[in-house]
């Protein structure tokens, strides 16, 4: 009976210690309304740079809890800090490993980043690599797919959802595989972390104004607008 207790301690131990992420649960989405707005110019990390960065580089087989390859795990400010050095983007190996045209580039081919998202993070690395918690603002009367749900694709989802990963087997390159997913009914459950669904961004809710974005484009008719 002894011997059957320690075995259910061990299995228990051993799961957490597969479940666990050793940066901790990132930050949940807060609804970026004009409450603590960034001043002008201010990169929020909560809204711009963690999910971006979780997307292209923390997903599955990457440099996530499981895999943590080269030891890293960017899904958490004090994962990402660990190549970044705070004021100095052209020495962080964040910003030169995404900007690297060689073989060093990261996410590897096809999945680079756009050269405005690693404008971004290059920007938000110079003025100081802050865990800043600021709201972007997100305005729910505006839903076009080219101002508002494309953009949070990019950011939130296409790092996991393109040709060379597909999570899930899903895609969401482009406006043609987005329309695909919301005809068939999974893109604002998932977007909701509704039940029977899988969450999604995983470990990072979308705010309430950026999931109504997404329910009224849909009601909308899901224009290519």
Not at 164 to 183: C, M, P, Q, T
Request: net charge negative.
């Amino acid at each position: 009976m002894r011997k059957l207790f320690f075995a259910f301690l061990m299995i228990g131990m051993t799961i957490v210690s597969c479940t666990t992420d050793p940066y901790g649960t990132p930050p949940e989405i807060t609804d970026p309304t004009d409450e603590n707005a960034c001043a002008d110019g201010v990169i929020s990390f909560q809204h711009e740079i963690l999910p971006l960065v979780t997307s292209s580089c923390a997903k599955s087989g990457c440099h996530d809890p499981i895999r943590h390859k080269e030891g890293l795990i960017l899904n958490s400010y004090t994962g990402i800090m660990e190549i970044v050095r705070a004021g100095k983007s052209n020495k962080s190996k964040l910003f030169t490993s995404l900007s690297d045209f060689g073989e060093d580039l990261m996410p590897p081919p096809p999945d680079k980043l756009t050269s405005d998202q690693i404008d971004i993070i290059g920007r938000w690395i110079d003025q100081g690599a802050k865990e800043t918690m600021c709201n972007t603002g997100c305005d729910p009367t505006s839903f076009t797919f080219e101002k508002a749900i494309f953009p949070l694709m990019k950011t939130y989802c296409i790092g996991c959802h393109n040709d060379n990963l597909a999570s899930g087997d899903i895609n969401l390159k482009d406006y043609a595989a987005i329309k695909d997913i919301v005809e068939k009914g999974r893109l604002l459950g998932t977007a909701r972390h509704d039940t029977g669904f899988s969450p999604m961004p995983p470990g990072q809710k979308l705010s309430d104004c950026n999931i109504t974005q997404i329910e009224k484009w849909i009601n909308d008719g899901a224009k290519n607008n």
